[in-house]
């Protein structure tokens, strides 16, 4: 059974950092791109970042120059880097996987994670 747990939220001040990390089990990832979803109370769930195979990330235009998106294939882990974070940042953060393939149905299916709350406060 593939899970994702993530860990590594918590509170922070405004223009501080936090580091997440999201690790996969119960499969194989290193050529799956695997992402961070973010979603605040009203919100609809939004794509905050994503890293494919070549380890290329691909951000959205709100946390552009602030996130880092990364993984580790030998951990089968990924890690979202925050800095200089914003009070509108704040949000429960799901990892994902989004097109993982089964052997078992053959077809590909989406994971996510339980989510990390992430709080940006003073």
């Known amino acids: 059974q593939v899970q994702l747990v993530e860990s590594g939220g918590g509170l922070v001040q405004p223009g501080g950092s936090l580091k997440l990390s999201c690790e996969a089990s119960?499969?194989?990832?290193?050529?799956?791109?695997m992402g961070w979803y973010r979603q605040a109370p009203g919100n609809q769930r939004e794509l905050v970042a994503y890293i494919n195979s070549a380890s290329f990330p691909t951000y959205a235009d709100s946390v552009k120059g602030r996130f880092t998106i990364s993984r580790d294939n030998a951990k089968n882990t990924v890690y979202l880097q925050m800095n200089s974070l914003k009070p509108e940042d704040t949000a429960v953060y799901y990892c994902?996987?989004?097109?993982?393939?089964?052997?078992?149905?053959?077809?590909?299916?989406?994971?996510w994670g339980q989510g990390t709350q992430v709080t940006v406060s003073s």
């Open positions: 119960g499969g194989a990832f290193s050529l799956n791109v």
């Open positions: 994902n996987v989004p097109d993982y393939y089964s052997a078992y149905d053959g077809k590909l299916h989406s994971y």
